[in-house]
């Protein structure tokens, strides 16, 4: 009996170690441990045997038991793993095949310059300030210090629709608008974006229709120096650490003193070359102090409040951060210039 | 303003400045110096000849054969083509060596067989410009008076040698409109002098006012008005030192008198005018508004019809000139003139700037009246003409003028203290180096306590208060040394407001959804201004357009995407998705300004999806689009509030297009543009939307309050209802919802199907219902309870049956 049990053992653990397949390793399980089994079988014959035989026989039959369920599972969990493994195997993909393309779209570039200006102002204080882009002669021109018969009103021919009102050339009613709407009460710190038109025919360098931001502050105390500071940091934000600013004096009539801003040219470092014309400057911004009738008529008091305001061209900026050579593919929309600007820069 | 260094010279000691140097400096100052025009520049070697003989050459008719003395050992043989070339003359001749402009070079040469030493120039040779020759030598060469020195080099003897400062100017700084002017800026940045013209006077037996009378009708206009009369004058042409200062400036030489009247012009900035007193027709002139629909032919030969708001010289009877803009032709200085009245006046900018205006005549001299003449320069300028007209055209001045004086000349007096200067400019600047500065611009100072006391020269019209002196002290400190700070004082919140959020927000999710934003143009043709408009009324047109293409606003955005798309179809770019938010323009009644009405619109075409390798695409289709709004609803808290009603518009397919309603109001459209559209934009299949985005952005939306996440399970209850082919899902979607009750919170449509195992004229929608009770678990018999309501209220209000 112990020999016909370690016989057993013998072929089951062979049979167990030929196993090359889950189901064959059931079936040995089945056929050496199941009820119907030969061992089972030994077991049922051991009441032949003698009542001290008897234990022992049944020790040595689990022992057999154990032994081949151990060596089942310990094959199992080979099998079990060579067959993830295969199956992994098969399942192997191209991993350098692209991806599945993700539908993206992003902002115009000048929505861009906007956004940059409105985020780095806001920080400062600042509100945005909007307003219409038909306006009133009186908002364009003569809130702004150009009564009809004022020589500058040549140096922006304009879009009329009557004989007062007009296509804004600039954003500055908006600031006039703004000041009125504080009725004489500081502090106001605004800048304005949006839409102007001048008469101009369509080119490299003019567009009929483009975008400005202005900026407005009116504060006791205000001064140059701060005007000065304040673009500094927008020509550092926007342009990079490096830029410095020039202030060069000159004529709006809605400031006094007025200035032109020049950057630092960032093609060159200001060494000169062709796009900065060989001076290492880049004109990029108008401003000035705020003219003391443009605060009166706005119900400001210009002995007790002074303001600096400064104006930018959109386009320009893009144009000169982006090195975009031609005005018109901001507003010609072809989608291969619109897909250039969706992506961070730091 | 074109500045001619060595002219300048006459006013201000230029020494140890070139003419580079000092435009940095003025530009520095203030008034920017566009260009330094060296007039030598490509120029060599060109001298004065004396044509001692001239003979036809013999091989050919139009050219002469010539013996010019050029200085040199031996006179030399030049082959010369002008009509006007002559024995005697002196002319400029470029010799063998010589290089004219456009790196011409000059060698010797044999013209139809005869040698050529050297050109003799016309002065479009030497790079002047045709329209500023005087007309005598337009055509040939230039002939130079009899006292040149043959050998000299031509280029000083015309001035060439001489470099050009093109002075950009604002309209403020006409001050710098003459060389004097330009003379006291150099001076003040400098820091040197300005010397003026030198006027001698003769006495005359004669007295101007025995020759004429003036009356000014209209003294507003023309407060001052002075008349020099000058007799025995003899018309011929000016030196040519003038000559060529004037063609320096831009001028064209025409006669002694004429270019003596522009010589003052550009050393005074003061414009004047002569008359040739035997065709004045009268012994007065009366200054006057013109009548209305009076006439005057001007110089240039054309007939002008006056208006009553133009200001006119009359001999008495009829208008002679048009006062600051031009002259008459009845009264012109011609070759045969002998006698002259100049006229020195001081006429209002406005006036003159309406007559230039309607007449379409800017010349030098209205740029001037128009921004304003220094009143205290007008006798003198007039003065200096009449000497100079005595001196050079030989005529004799009489004594006195006739004048109308009626203007009170005010310098401006303005105070100003040191601590306003500095507050404003942010410097600490000391009281003496203010002082050096109004002292170096000449204006009168003085000093009281840290408050200055500026008189300001009538030259300046235009310093008239405190912020006008901050900017010469600016200006003359130099910015460069003005420091960098940042505003203290009061702190304000920065911030967008809710609208502009929401604006951000928009954009945010239509890019996330894909779209890129297009900037379009908001002026349209008249035609395409109103297509696609949400609400339909007249375009607001443009007074004067500049093409109709551009000559009105637009009402929609939707034809300007078009053009986007077009433009990219025709460029095999087929797959697109763009946005835009802008305004459009609606004209109001009663109202001056139209409305502005924020709009956002898009357009789609193309693939949506397309992952090719792995043979997927889908083409943008009506759920694309909706979809895309679904997402923009839902960033800006609007989904409950919408509506979409099936509708047909203009341009649009007429069953791909639904009205979007927001609380029961048409906001705008979402569809499909009319396959015959497409056809003429040469467009493929194209989805369009257009919505008021100042409707959505003013729509109340409710603060975000959380709900608890439901601990209890949900019961899903699938339905799939048979129903009219023409019943709309949405309609059987909202009486779910309503019948539904608190335990239904999801209904969800997962199939359609119209196919042929369906009864005709009807169609299967299928329904997903999930119940829930956030407080305990839902038992199969509530949701039973529930459930049954559904399908009674979808049986009862839209006829629906359980599919079997
Ligand atoms: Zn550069």
């Known amino acids: 009996m112990q020999e016909r049990l370690q016989e057993l053992q013998a072929e089951a653990l062979q049979k167990v170690a030929e196993a090359s397949e889950l189901k064959e390793l059931n079936d040995i399980r089945v056929a050496y441990l199941g009820k119907k089994g030969p061992i089972t079988e030994v077991l049922r014959g051991m009441g032949k ?120 050339t600039h954003t500055s009613p908006v600031q006039a608008r703004t000041m009125e709407k504080h009725k004489g009460q500081g502090p106001v710190k605004i800048i304005c974006p949006g839409k102007v038109y001048r008469r101009d025919n369509d080119d490299a360098t003019h567009s009929h229709q483009f975008m400005q931001i202005e900026g407005l502050v009116i504060d006791e105390n205000i001064s140059m120096s701060d005007l000065k500071g304040t673009l500094e940091v927008f020509a550092k934000q926007v342009f990079g650490k490096e830029r410095e600013i020039r202030l060069r004096p000159s004529f709006f009539p809605f400031t006094e003193p007025s200035v032109e801003i020049d950057i630092s040219c960032k093609i060159c470092g200001g060494k000169g070359c062709s796009v900065c014309k060989g001076t290492g400057w880049i004109e990029v911004l108008g401003g000035g102090i705020v003219h003391p009738n443009v605060l009166e008529m706005a119900g400001f008091d210009s002995k007790k409040y002074s303001g600096f305001a400064f104006g930018i061209g959109v386009e320009r900026i893009a144009m000169l951060k982006y090195g975009v050579d031609d005005i018109r593919h901001f507003y010609t929309n072809d989608v291969r210039f619109l897909t250039q600007f969706n992506r961070h820069e730091s | 303003m074109f500045v001619s260094y060595k002219w300048l010279q006459d006013y201000v000691d230029l020494s140890g400045m070139t003419a580079t140097t000092l435009s940095d400096k003025i530009t520095k100052s203030g008034i920017e110096v566009e260009g330094v025009e060296k007039k030598s520049e490509g120029l060599k070697g060109v001298v004065i000849g004396h044509v001692l003989e001239r003979e036809q050459h013999p091989n050919a008719d139009k050219l002469n054969k010539c013996l010019v003395d050029v200085g040199g050992e031996s006179p030399v043989q030049i082959i010369c083509g002008a009509p006007n070339v002559d024995k005697g003359q002196k002319v400029a001749v470029a010799t063998v060596g010589a290089v004219l402009p456009g790196n011409f070079k000059i060698k010797k040469a044999k013209l139809r067989g005869e040698e050529s030493n050297g050109m003799i120039c016309s002065l479009q040779e030497l790079g002047i ?94 407060p001052l008005y002075v008349a020099k009369v000058i007799k025995d004058v003899k018309i011929a042409p000016s030196p040519l030192w003038m000559q060529t200062r004037l063609m320096a400036a831009g001028i064209r030489p025409h006669n002694n008198v004429v270019d003596i009247t522009n010589y003052i012009l550009l050393e005074y900035g003061q414009p004047l005018h002569a008359f040739d007193y035997d065709r004045l027709g009268s012994k007065e002139l009366v200054i006057r508004k013109a009548h209305a629909a009076e006439k005057i032919t001007t110089l240039d030969d054309v007939e002008r019809e006056l208006a009553s708001d133009h200001l006119v010289i009359t001999n008495g009877t009829e208008p002679v000139a048009i006062a600051g803009v031009m002259g008459g032709a009845n009264s012109e200085v011609q070759d045969d003139t002998t006698t002259v009245i100049i006229e020195a006046a001081y006429f209002a900018g406005t006036v003159v700037r309406k007559a230039s205006k309607d007449h379409a005549l800017r010349s030098e001299s209205s740029a001037r009246f128009e921004k304003g003449v220094d009143p205290n320069r007008v006798r003198e300028a007039g003065e200096r003409a009449a000497q100079l007209i005595s001196q050079y055209a030989g005529g004799t001045v009489l004594e006195g003028s006739v004048e109308v004086d009626t203007l009170t000349i005010e310098p401006a007096v303005i105070s100003i203290t040191l601590e306003k200067i500095n507050k404003l400019l942010g410097t600490s600047m000391t009281v003496s180096e203010v002082e050096s500065i109004f002292t170096r611009l000449q204006f009168g100072v003085s000093v009281d306590n840290e408050t200055f006391t500026v008189t300001v020269p009538t030259r300046r019209g235009d310093i008239t208060i405190e912020a006008d ?75 004067m357009p500049m093409s109709e293409e551009r000559s009105q606003l637009r009402l929609s955005i939707v034809p300007q995407l078009l053009e986007v798309v077009k433009y990219n179809n025709a460029r095999q770019l087929d797959s697109l998705a763009l946005y835009e938010i802008g305004s459009v323009f609606l004209k109001q009644d009663g109202e001056q300004l139209p409305e502005e009405r924020e709009h956002v619109a898009g357009a789609i075409t193309g693939l949506w999806e397309s992952n090719p390798w792995q043979g997927e695409k889908k083409s943008v289709d009506f759920y694309v689009a909706k979809g895309v709004l679904e997402a923009l609803f839902d960033t800006l808290g609007l989904t409950e509030q919408i509506d979409y009603r099936q509708s047909e518009k203009e341009g649009m397919h007429p069953g791909r297009t639904a009205e979007v309603l927001l609380n029961g109001d048409v906001i705008g459209f979402v569809g499909q543009v009319h396959p015959t559209v497409q056809k003429e934009l040469d467009l493929k299949e194209t989805y369009v939307f257009e919505l008021s985005f100042k409707a959505m952005a003013e729509a109340a939306v409710a603060p975000i309050q959380y709900s608890a996440i439901p601990r209890f399970p949900s019961i899903t209850r699938d339905i799939a209802l048979v129903v009219d082919a023409t019943t709309v899902a949405g309609d059987i979607q909202k009486i779910i919802a309503e019948a539904g009750g608190k335990l ?61």
């Open chain 2, 744 to 804: 239904l919170k999801e209904v969800s449509i997962f199939d359609l199907y119209e196919g042929e195992r369906m009864e005709p004229g009807k169609k299967s929608l299928a329904y997903s219902l999930k119940y829930f009770d956030p407080e305990r678990t839902l038992t199969d018999e509530d949701v039973t309870k529930a459930h049954e309501k559904v399908l009674a209220a979808v049986k009862e209000k839209a006829g629906a049956e359980l599919r079997g």
């Open chain 1, 49 to 168: 045997l003698s009542a001290e035989e008897r234990p022992k026989m049944g020790a040595l039959v689990n022992v057999v038991r154990e032994e081949i369920a151990s060596k089942i599972e310990e094959k199992q969990q080979v099998l079990e793993e060579a067959a993830v493994h295969a199956k992994l195997a098969v399942e192997k993909i191209d991993v350098t095949l692209p991806g599945r393309p993700v539908n993206k779209g992003n902002h115009h570039p000048l929505t861009r310059v906007i956004e940059e200006v409105e985020d780095l102002f806001i920080g400062m204080g600042y509100t945005v300030a909007e307003g219409p882009e038909v306006e009133t002669d009186f908002y364009n021109f003569e809130a702004l210090n150009l009564p009809k018969s004022h020589p500058a009103r040549d140096m922006q021919d304009s879009f009329y629709i009557t004989e007062e009102t007009l296509m804004r």
């Open chain 2, 469 to 543: 002196l901050v900017e010469e002290a600016a200006r003359m400190y130099g910015y460069d040394n003005i420091p960098t700070t940042l505003p203290t004082g009061t702190v304000t919140p920065g911030h967008l407001t809710d609208y502009q959020q929401k604006r951000r927000k928009a954009r945010r999710t239509l890019e996330g959804a894909g779209l890129y934003q297009a900037i379009t143009y908001s002026l349209t043709s008249k035609n395409k201004a109103t297509q696609y408009a949400l609400d339909v009324r007249e375009s607001v047109a443009l007074a």
């Open chain 2, 129 to 222: 410009e045709s329209r500023l020759i005087a007309k005598d030598y337009a055509t040939g060469i230039f002939v130079f008076p009899n006292d040149v020195e043959v050998g000299q080099d031509a280029l000083s003897v015309l001035g060439l040698d001489d470099e050009v400062l093109e002075l950009g100017l604002t309209p403020n700084r006409s001050d710098c409109l003459s060389m004097l002017g330009v003379a006291y800026e150099v001076g003040a940045i400098l820091g040197r002098e300005v010397k003026w013209p030198e006027i001698t006077k003769e006495a005359s037996a004669e007295k101007a006012t025995d020759f004429i009378q003036v009356k000014v009708e209209a003294s507003e206009d023309n």
